[in-house]
């Protein structure tokens, strides 16, 4: 007998954001970039998480002189929800904002990050080149993402 293999359910529907989701996630990536440690490039990052809990964690970039070891927004405001509320976190939504009026989305690794606690249909928001806030997925940005399926 031929094995068959057995659908994938469905990640759930995505929720979508309510406007005012959206700008209070915004303002809150935007306070955290106001504590940005930035003294090399001086590019002061903030990323705001819109957990499922209906929690919002935020972070700021961490610079260090051995560039390796600088810590981006994204990263930090992951390890902040995890440290806060464990392992089992869902994002339901991310923000990302930068005090230099400068296009700033989330890089390779923060991308494979956030797609550790998110579903692929996850909306990110970052701030385009001529300074409006973009709104893409997280699979838009990491159409491949690494993946061990263990969950």
Known sequence: MPHTAQPVPPEPAAIPL???EVELLHQRAA???ENSYSPYSRFRVGCALLLE???IVAGTN???ASYRLTSCAEQTAVAAAV???GPAIRIRAVAVVNLNGAACMPCGACRQTIAEFAAPETPIFYPSA???IVSTTLAALLPAAFSLGAK
Do not use: H, K
């Open 83 to 85: 440290t806060l509320f």
């Open 53 to 55: 809990s209906g929690q």
């Open 62 to 64: 961490v610079e260090n």
């Open 18 to 20: 309510t406007p005012a």
């Open 31 to 33: 306070q955290a970039a």
């Open 130 to 132: 001529a300074g409006d």
